[in-house]
Antibody, heavy 125, light 107 residues
């Protein structure tokens, strides 16, 4: 069964760069039907799609965050597949639960399944 | 961006009730609409994709319908484990966007 697990620092100061990694296990990472991405949820609020990456390296980002976001695939040769999120110049508004997800593409339909358990990132001076 | 509006934002219902949640898109999205369930402290889980296709393993009391701009999620007989927040999400165009959520609470 495919599982995703986020990891990374939970507390940042304003202006720092948020860096998170998602480890994928139990399934194929390199299928053409899958993208891998990030979604965040501020405490008590709704969901915001951040961006996605294909194993080939093709990316797409939410325009609202595009200038600050980089998503990349970890190409190191180990037994796990990983992809990463970097969000620069964070502010308190970036405080949120960050989820990594698989973005499934079937013809033109797209959905997110499964999701990682999430990791809380707080930004505070 | 396509705006997704859910109604109501919250509702109270009893076990066994039939519950309907509505999601409206700011423009036509065909059937590119998904529904997720989120329980407190947990990640969202996909329930329904492409407006009406039930994900394998999801109880048949959940159903989805609609096309164009108006969609509904129906729970035919509410069970204790169904108390959660439900989100719709459009996949018609990037950026993919979510509704604000509907919290289903115990009456």
């Amino acid at each position: 069964q495919l599982q995703l697990q986020e990891s990374g620092p939970g507390l940042l100061k304003p202006s720092e760069t948020l860096s998170l990694t998602c480890t994928v296990s139990g399934g194929s990472f390199s299928s053409s039907s899958y993208y891998w991405g990030w979604i965040r949820q501020p405490p008590g609020k709704g969901l915001e799609w951040i961006g996605s990456i294909h194993y080939s390296g093709s990316t797409n980002y939410n325009p609202s965050l595009k200038s600050r976001v980089t998503i990349s695939v970890d190409t190191s040769e180990n037994q796990f597949s990983q992809f990463s999120l970097k969000l620069s110049s964070v502010t308190a508004a970036d405080t949120a639960m960050y989820y990594c997800v698989r973005r499934v593409v079937v013809i033109a339909a797209i959905w997110f399944d499964p999701w990682g358990q999430g990791t809380l990132v707080s930004v505070s001076s | 961006d396509i705006q997704m509006t859910q109604s109501p934002s919250s509702l109270s219902a009893s076990v066994g009730d039939r519950v309907t949640i509505t999601c409206r898109a700011s423009q036509s999205i065909s059937t590119y609409l998904n529904w997720y369930q989120q329980k407190p402290g947990k990640a969202p889980k996909l329930l329904i994709y492409s407006a009406s296709s039930l994900l394998s393993g999801v109880p048949s009391r959940f159903s989805g319908s609609g096309s164009g701009t108006d969609f509904t999620l129906t729970i035919s007989s509410l069970q204790p484990e169904d108390f959660a927040t439900y989100y719709c999400q459009q996949s018609y165009s990037d950026p993919l966007t979510f509704g604000g959520g509907t919290k289903v609470e115990i009456k």
